[in-house]
Structure formats: structure tokens, C-alpha cells
């Protein structure tokens, strides 16, 4: 690796790196600072209770981070203190596993954000059980000892790595956005291939990820560093653009010209990509970007007669509106160029910020069975006690703890997510068994510290990166710290493999238990998607320009981006649940693809809004409010689809001017094609609310109820 490519470590290493660090210091100044009768077993429990506080330990601003790991540590003493004083009693502790496992995923109600914080008690009371019983006073001031002394490195490290935390969020958003031009090329390229729109689909909501990560670490700092806020705003900007860019391609036509002319795009698109990457590398090299000209697309000449003349135009003109965008971008990144003010304000910007509190009406709104958080937490509750009362059964019931754990990582919210766990949790454990068994032939105590040290920080740093190497580093780490706290009972490899197969198979037959299939989530988020889709209609079509305008279109926009990417990824997670419970497959794509599209078509409208108003006059504007009303009847089912609306896909009714010498016949052309697309989604979402209302064929209603 060249000299300062160190910058360009993803932020999971960086964190994987701090989390090692600060577990191995724990060890070693409560090893030394200790009585010496108990400098092992008070080490090894304070470094167990740290790793434990240390799973809340994640990239963010410091206060943020400070409460989470506060909170995480706070659970695990929680935890190691009832073991402690319950492990005795087999039946009391089957309530304790009970109760932690229903507590721990009731946490989850506070979305993904208190998923590292909730598991912090579970992983905590199994490390409990891994140890040998010890005086509750021994063990809750060695567990104190550990969690406060993290938390003090973990404010340290989060205030040392802040600032490259924040350019690697914004890095990792310019890069995403690559990615998503590359797969729009590729999509554009390939005529519409499925595999290209799997690709497509899948960028889209992997970029919405990156881009909320990014605001997270950016916005709050927007005062103290403007440039990076730009950037970002520019992006958000750019892919809007960028979805834009896909509608009236249709009208290019397969003969050699309109092959010509989506070459040129195909190739433009690409180029914009290769550019931003360039940023990318640029922001985390802390240098200027190099000097860079965006050369102009080479369209083929086309006969006057032909109306793609006038089409040649539009494209023109959204290609350099991106073009605008992304080396507006690069003027951000450069420290000598003047930058322009922000178009929002900074304190408006932490409306975008994911929220920090846990307010308890989140937690009230899942008391009921059809919550699929309390159906995971009940579901949780029996497979987590039944897996500990059939571990003690077991021949081998010298670690109950293990089988307990196995349940635990594996099952998981759906189907889909437990499939996958159920798979690498495996695979991760037979391979880190054979490391295990390489390790084992050195009898080296020291060397086993620093390589249980190692595994905390790449099983900590990987857990939502690649779940295969977290499951290798998280088997090393458990039989080392299992071992290390316990060593006469030798390093069960065997049993942990078995363990760890049968906890996947309970995991999996649990995940059958009060099932919570996305069938029965759909309609929430359909409805969600449908009002997202009508908010964004109106906010995008208002002539309000004030700062106060701009923010609530910014914020309606990212809320319908957000509901089409949920839905989305709903329809992804169905796909691996039984055939008869799946929902209508074809109308919730019919609605994404018609949804994705009506997003293009608002976008560009508001786009042409904020450029150009002042080239419309006002009986114009005075349209804009019944058209919205009449995309929001569409989306709800109460339009029909226009039938002549097919026609504009024909060339010749494209609009007699270009669309810079009269806006006005384009503006009535777009709100004529998004009113088609919006009558499709609202009578796609007419149909798959209503198959979904009907019980699965096969089943009984009462039963599907149940289900």
C-alpha cells in the first residue's frame, strides 16, 4: 500500500482498529491495577463486560456514541449481575434468559439505531455463563471497572477519529453515487435487463444507506465546516438529477441514430462516475481535486425533419444541469475557491440527522401481537429458553451458554435475514474451529490474548460489513475467552461446532413460531410509499422558493425516497418466504417501477421550478395545484389511466419548440406522462392492497391471522 493510502481505510477498519485497542488496555491496566490473587479473573471479566459495552461502540459524533456505549454497559452489568447470583438455580435462570431475550428485542423498536445496544445483554449473559461462579461483589466491580474504563477510551477515540470519520461518510456517499451512474449506464446500455435493474434497485438502497450514514456525520458540523455540508447537498442534488435522466428514453428508438445517441449517454454517464470517484479519492487524500472539463457529448447528426432534434435538446439539458452539480462539487472540495452559500440553512440541515433520543411512545406502539417487533421478541423469548433447557439436557451440557448464543445471532426479524445468518454463522464457525485447532497447538498464553484482542476488532469491525468473517473472528473469540476464563475444562472445539449447528437449526424452526411475514407488513408500507409519493407531488409542484419552501420539498423528498427503498427492500425479504404466504409479487413492482418513475418526473418538474419560474408566466403556475390534485387522486386509485397518454410516446407529438425557447408545452408534456405514471402505481397499489387482504391460498382465515 503507497505512502497516505492509510486515509482510504474504510470506516469499519478504523473502528474494528479503536474497539481492539480500547479492550486491550481494559486488560491490562485492570490486570496490573488488581489485587494480584485476582489479577486473572478480575481482568478477564472486566475485558468480557468491555467487549460487551464495546458492540454500541460505533462511528458518529461524540455524544452520540458516548450514550450508546453508556447504555450498552449499563444492560451488561444488568446481565452479569443476575447470572451471578442466579446461575445456581436452573429454573430461575431460564426466567433470566427469558426475560433478556424479550427485553433485548423489544429494544428494537427503536429501529436498526438500538440493534449494537440490545445485543449487548445477551452476549453479556452468555459470557456470565462461560465463567466460574465468583462473588457477586468480584464481578460487578470487575465489570464497573471494565465498562467505565471503555467508556472513557471510547469519547477518546470517537473525538480523535471524528474527523476522519466524517470524510470517510462522505467519501463513501461519493462512491456510492459512482456506483449508482455506473449501474444507470449499464441499464441504459443493456436496454432494461433484469439483471442490470437488480443492480440498479440494489444501488439505489445501498445509496440511501450511505447518504443517511452521511448526514448523520456531516449536518451537525454543517457551521464549523460548510464545504463537506455542500458536497453533500450536492450529491443529494445529483442523484435526483441523475433518476431523472432515465425518462423519455423510450423515444431514442433502436435504429442506428437512437443506438448512437444512448451510447453517447451510456459513455457520459460512465465518465461522471470515473469523475467522482476522482473526488472521492481526492477528500480523503486532503488535496485539491485535479483541474478537470466535462467535454461535450458528441450527439449524431440527426435530418431536420427528424422530431429527436428537439429530444437531442432535453437530453443536452439535463446533461449539463449534471454536469453543473458534480463540478460545483469539485469547487467544494477545493479550499482556494470561493464557496457559496449553503442553499439551506445549517441549523435547518439537523432536520436530516436520524434521531438521537428513544422516546417511549416508539416503545408503546408495539404492544400488540401484530407488531412484528413484539412477534420477534416473543419468538425470541421461546427459542432462546428453550435452547438453554435443551443445552443442559445435552451430553454435553459443560457450556449451555454456546447453544444459547447460536440462537441468538441466528434468528433473526425475517426469514430472509435468519436463512442468511443460519448459513455464514456455519460456515464462520467450522473455519474458525480449524483456526482454533492451529491455535491450540501453541501453548502460548500471550499469544492467545493478543489474538483474542485481534478477533474482538475484526468481529466488531465486519459484523454489518461481512457477516462471514465476523462469525471466524466471534468462534476465536469465544473459545479463547471461554478457555482463558475457564481453563480446566480445555478447548471444546468439537462441542462448539455442534453447538453452534443445532442453534442454527432452532434458530430456523423458531423463526416458523409466530411468524411475522412481510405479507402482513406490506400495506403499512404501501400506504406509507402512496402518502410519501402524494406529500412529494404537492411540494414539488409549489412555486415556493423561500429557504423555508426549499427545506420542506427537501424533506418530502427524502421521505418518499425512503418509503419506495423500505418497500423495496420488504419485496426483497419475501422472496425467501413460503410460496403461499409471498405477496403479489408483480403489482408492488409494477408500483416501485411506476413510483421510481412518477420520482423522475417531480423531479425534473421542481428542477425546471427552481431554474426557470420567472420563463412561466402566471396562468401557467395557477395549473400547478390542480395538477397535484390530480397526482395525488391518481396515486389513490381515483384516476384512470389516461389512454391517450400512449401516444406520447410517440416522436412526432414531442412539442414544436425546444425547451429553451418555451418551457411552458414541456412542463404540459411532463405533467400529462407523470399523471399516466401515477394512475399506474395508484391502480397497482389498488390491487395488491386487495390481494393482500385476501388469505393466502390453502389457509385458513383465522389461522392467517395467527400468522
Not at 456517499?173 to 455506473?182: V, W
Amino acid at each position: 500500500m503507497s505512502a497516505g493510502r492509510w486515509r482510504h481505510w474504510p470506516a469499519h477498519w478504523w473502528n474494528g482498529l479503536s474497539v481492539a485497542l480500547g479492550v486491550m488496555l481494559v486488560q491490562v491496566i485492570v490486570s496490573h491495577a488488581a489485587p494480584a490473587a485476582l489479577s486473572q479473573v478480575a481482568s478477564q471479566l472486566a475485558m468480557a463486560c468491555a467487549i460487551c459495552a464495546s458492540l454500541a461502540d460505533l462511528p458518529g459524533s461524540v455524544r452520540r456514541n458516548r450514550n450508546r456505549v453508556l447504555t450498552a454497559g449499563a444492560m451488561t452489568l444488568l446481565a452479569v449481575g443476575l447470572v451471578a447470583v442466579l446461575h445456581p438455580y436452573r429454573a430461575a435462570m431460564g426466567a433470566v434468559v427469558a426475560a433478556l431475550a424479550f427485553g433485548s428485542a423489544m429494544l428494537l423498536s427503536w429501529g436498526p439505531r438500538a440493534g449494537p445496544v440490545s445485543f449487548a445483554p445477551i452476549l453479556a449473559m452468555v459470557f456470565a455463563l462461560a465463567w466460574p461462579p465468583q462473588p457477586l461483589a468480584i464481578v460487578m466491580a470487575s465489570g464497573a471497572a471494565g465498562i467505565a474504563l471503555y467508556l472513557v477510551w471510547s469519547v477518546i477515540s470517537s473525538a480523535l477519529l471524528q474527523r476522519r470519520f466524517h470524510r470517510l461518510a462522505l467519501g463513501d456517499a461519493l462512491h456510492g453515487l459512482a456506483q449508482l451512474l455506473s449501474a444507470r449506464a449499464e441499464l441504459l446500455g443493456s436496454g432494461g435487463a433484469a439483471h442490470a435493474m437488480r443492480d440498479w434497485l440494489g444501488n439505489e438502497a445501498q445509496l440511501a444507506e450511505l447518504l443517511q450514514t452521511a448526514r448523520d456525520q456531516v449536518f451537525p458540523r454543517a457551521k464549523t465546516d460548510p464545504r463537506s455540508a455542500a458536497v453533500l447537498l450536492h450529491v443529494v442534488e445529483l442523484r435526483d438529477l441523475m433518476l431523472a435522466s432515465r425518462l423519455d428514453l423510450e423515444l431514442l428508438g433502436e435504429d442506428p441514430l437512437g443506438q448512437e445517441m444512448r451510447a453517447q449517454l451510456v459513455g457520459r454517464l460512465k465518465a461522471l462516475a470515473v469523475l467522482l470517484d476522482e473526488y472521492r479519492d481526492a477528500l480523503l487524500d486532503e488535496r485539491a481535486p485535479a483541474a478537470v472539463s466535462v467535454k461535450a457529448t458528441r450527439w449524431p447528426d440527426l435530418p431536420a425533419q427528424d422530431p429527436r432534434v428537439r429530444l437531442q435538446l432535453v437530453l443536452q439539458d439535463r446533461l449539463s444541469h449534471l454536469d453543473t452539480e458534480v463540478l460545483a462539487m469539485g469547487r467544494a472540495l477545493d479550499v482556494s475557491q470561493p464557496l457559496p452559500p449553503l442553499p439551506v440553512d445549517a441549523g435547518p440541515l439537523r432536520n436530516f440527522v436520524t434521531p438521537v433520543g428513544w422516546p417511549m411512545g416508539l416503545l408503546k406502539a408495539q404492544w400488540h401481537l401484530d407488531s412484528p417487533v413484539m412477534r420477534h421478541a416473543l419468538r425470541s423469548t421461546l427459542a432462546l429458553s428453550a435452547a438453554y433447557f435443551i443445552a443442559l439436557a445435552l451430553p454435553w451440557a459443560s457450556h449451555p451458554h454456546w447453544l444459547v448464543l447460536s440462537v441468538a445471532v441466528v434468528l433473526r426479524g425475517s426469514l430472509d435475514q435468519t436463512l442468511e445468518r443460519r448459513n455464514m454463522r456455519v460456515l464462520g464457525t467450522a473455519i474458525g474451529c480449524g483456526v482454533m485447532l492451529g491455535l491450540a497447538q501453541i501453548e502460548h498464553v500471550t499469544l492467545w490474548i493478543v489474538v483474542l484482542q485481534i478477533a474482538v476488532g475484526v468481529a466488531h469491525a465486519f459484523v454489518t460489513r461481512r457477516y462471514l468473517v465476523t462469525a471466524i473472528a466471534a468462534t476465536v473469540m469465544a473459545l479463547l475467552q471461554s478457555h482463558l476464563a475457564d481453563p480446566a475444562h480445555g478447548i471444546a472445539i468439537s462441542e462448539r461446532l455442534a453447538d453452534t449447528v443445532l442453534g442454527a437449526v432452532l434458530a430456523w424452526a423458531f423463526s416458523y413460531v409466530l411468524p411475522s411475514w412481510e405479507r402482513r407488513n406490506l400495506p403499512r408500507a404501501l400506504k406509507r410509499a402512496r402518502s410519501a409519493l402524494q406529500q412529494y407531488a404537492v411540494q414539488a409542484m409549489s412555486a415556493e422558493m423561500t429557504p423555508a419552501g426549499a427545506l420542506t420539498q427537501r424533506m418530502a423528498r427524502r421521505q418518499a425516497y425512503d418509503a419506495l427503498a423500505a418497500l423495496s427492500a420488504a419485496l426483497t425479504r419475501s422472496a425467501a418466504e413460503p410460496k403461499r404466504v409471498r405477496p403479489p409479487l408483480q403489482e408492488l413492482n409494477t408500483v416501485l417501477d411506476h413510483g421510481y418513475r412518477l420520482m423522475a418526473h417531480l423531479s425534473m418538474m421542481r428542477q425546471s421550478l427552481m431554474r426557470r419560474a420567472k420563463d412561466l408566466d402566471a396562468a401557467f403556475m395557477a395549473e400547478m395545484p390542480e395538477a397535484a390534485k390530480r397526482l395525488q387522486r391518481a396515486l389513490a386509485g381515483e384516476e384512470p389511466v389516461p389512454h391517450a397518454v400512449q401516444a406520447l410516446q410517440d416522436w412526432s407529438l414531442l412539442p414544436d419548440v425546444g425547451p429553451l425557447e418555451d418551457l411552458k408545452p414541456w412542463m404540459r408534456r411532463r405533467m400529462q406522462v407523470s399523471l399516466d405514471d401515477a394512475a399506474r402505481a395508484g391502480q397497482a397499489a389498488h390491487a395488491a392492497f386487495e390481494a393482500m387482504a385476501t388469505p393466502p391460498s390453502g389457509v385458513d382465515p383465522a389461522i392467517s391471522r395467527m400468522q
